[in-house]
């Protein structure tokens, strides 16, 4: 099965066939086998002819093949934020520029993007002809040197044998460049790097958002903590006026107690969290991030969504769909090698064939599976973005009338027909019912970039 190997993987083995190889071929004393154990090429020429050994020279076409890349964006222009703060337009940037995890990768893809494979064969050539020469020189001596006792028929054999080992590693670097096929692996693994870096940018945007929810949430929880304070005043005193009990009053200040220590926890919370974003920006770790509003969803962009053209995209952009397909290709035709359906009926007692066919199938039902999870998952995601735009179409009804109530309530209180605590009151559901609508477009902002996400990069988490 073709394999897929991460960068630092594919060039420690590079590296390796490059020089561990040569190097063992250089320290090897010559030694002579049999004439008959020359390397030779299909056409029957004798390793001894070095140029004929290594390869023709000629130029295969060397192409990393395509990495599903898509053309760059215009620039826009770039707006610092201020110290100790972050916009989420920012957010993105900030983290190629800062985060470790990510420079770390792109360290590795431009590791990768940087091999000049003309040049890389070229030396791969040198190096088997050089392999090819010190055999042709080991066959020339080999009779002399063991008639002399410079050394034993086992110890050239042995010998030889290292070096032909060494022959065939290079060979078969320079076949994969020849042919294309390390091109080809190393697109899979670049698009594989840059893949795993979305996902840490997308799990950075989800922090932000994340955190945004919470510090709405840490307004709302100030709001009834001040309204609670509001009612514990009217209540004690009317404790002092015999109007209630004492009971009464304590169950009030328990209960803002307990509102003041989940206000306390949340804001612990809050802290905790905004140390996970400075680290992920790469920024000092204080925990008091200051954070801007969220962008918002125009009806363009919710117009523009039709699921059955965004699903091809996303297809197109998963690396996880990718790879599945890749493995399933391979099983497949490693499968129709041993025979395929076909073999069934003449092969019936093959192990091979029989555990090619189980390799088959279960690649082919895991790939199925891949396909219909990521399907349901994006429809899933579209509904999620179609429920979270009423939601907050209803939310900003709500807000609407509770706008109205609140100036009958501030006409009524000028009047001097209801109190300055009612006023509050319907201050207080005023607030509310725009905490309620911002945390809706917020929702809805979380589902589509979660969306576009799964669209643009084929991620769904």
């Known amino acids: 099965m073709k394999q897929r190997i991460t960068a630092l993987l594919l060039t420690a083995a590079l590296a390796l066939s490059l020089l561990a190889t040569a190097a063992l071929a250089a320290e090897e004393s010559p030694s002579a086998p049999a004439a008959s154990a020359v390397q030779t090429e299909p056409d029957g020429t004798s390793a001894g002819e070095p140029e004929a050994q290594a390869e023709p020279e000629e130029n295969a076409e060397q192409t990393g093949g395509d990495t599903g ?18 916009t989420f337009g920012n ?4 983290m190629h520029e800062g985060n470790l995890q990510v420079l770390a990768l792109q360290e590795s893809i431009d590791m990768i993007d940087e091999l000049d494979y003309d040049k890389l064969k070229e030396e791969l050539r040198e190096q088997l002809n050089e392999i090819a020469k010190a055999q042709w020189s080991m066959v020339m001596s080999s009779d002399m040197m063991i008639q002399a006792g410079m050394m034993s028929e086992y110890e050239y054999h042995s010998a030889y044998d290292q070096m032909d080992s060494a022959y065939d590693a290079l060979r078969k670097q320079f076949d994969a460049i020849k042919e294309g096929d390390m091109q080809a692996d190393n697109a899979d693994t670049v698009r594989q790097l840059k893949s795993l870096q979305n996902q840490i940018i997308m799990a950075g945007e989800a922090t932000y958002i994340a955190l945004t929810a919470m510090e709405l949430q840490e307004d709302g929880l100030e709001r009834q903590l001040a309204a609670l304070d509001r009612q514990i005043t009217e209540l004690e005193l009317r404790y002092q006026l015999g109007h209630v009990s004492s009971m009464t009053v304590k169950q009030a200040k328990s209960g803002r107690a307990a509102l003041s220590s989940g206000l306390s926890t949340l804001r612990m919370s809050l802290n905790t969290y905004k140390g996970q974003l400075e680290l992920l920006i790469g920024a000092d770790i204080t925990g008091e991030l200051s954070l801007g509003t969220l962008p918002t969803v125009s009806q363009e962009e ?25 493995d399933y290709k391979d099983a497949r035709e490693k499968y129709n090698d041993h025979g395929g359906d076909y073999g069934q009926t003449y092969k019936a007692n093959d192990r091979s064939y029989q555990q090619a066919r189980h390799t088959y199938y279960s690649a082919k039902y895991t790939y199925d599976n891949t396909v219909q999870s990521f399907e349901l998952n994006l429809r899933n995601l ?18 609407a009338v509770e706008q109205d109530n609140y100036a009958v309530a501030q006409l009524k209180q000028s009047q001097g027909t209801i109190s300055q605590n009612a ?30 996400w799964a669209v643009d990069y084929g991620i769904m988490n």
């Open 302 to 326: 919710l117009s523009s969504m039709d699921l059955e053209k965004d699903l091809e995209t996303a297809k197109e952009n998963s690396w996880d769909l990718y790879q599945a397909t890749e």
């Open 382 to 399: 579209y509904l999620k973005v179609k429920d979270c735009q009423q939601i907050l179409a209803a939310s900003r009804t709500a807000l």
């Open 69 to 86: 890349e898509e053309p760059e964006p215009p620039v826009e222009e770039y707006i610092p934020d201020p110290v100790g703060s972050i």
């Open 423 to 452: 006023l509050l009151e319907a201050e207080d559901k005023l607030k509310e019912a725009r905490e309620k609508a911002a945390g809706a477009e917020n929702d809805l902002f979380s589902a589509w970039n979660t969306y576009r």
């Open 91 to 94: 957010l993105n940037r900030r």
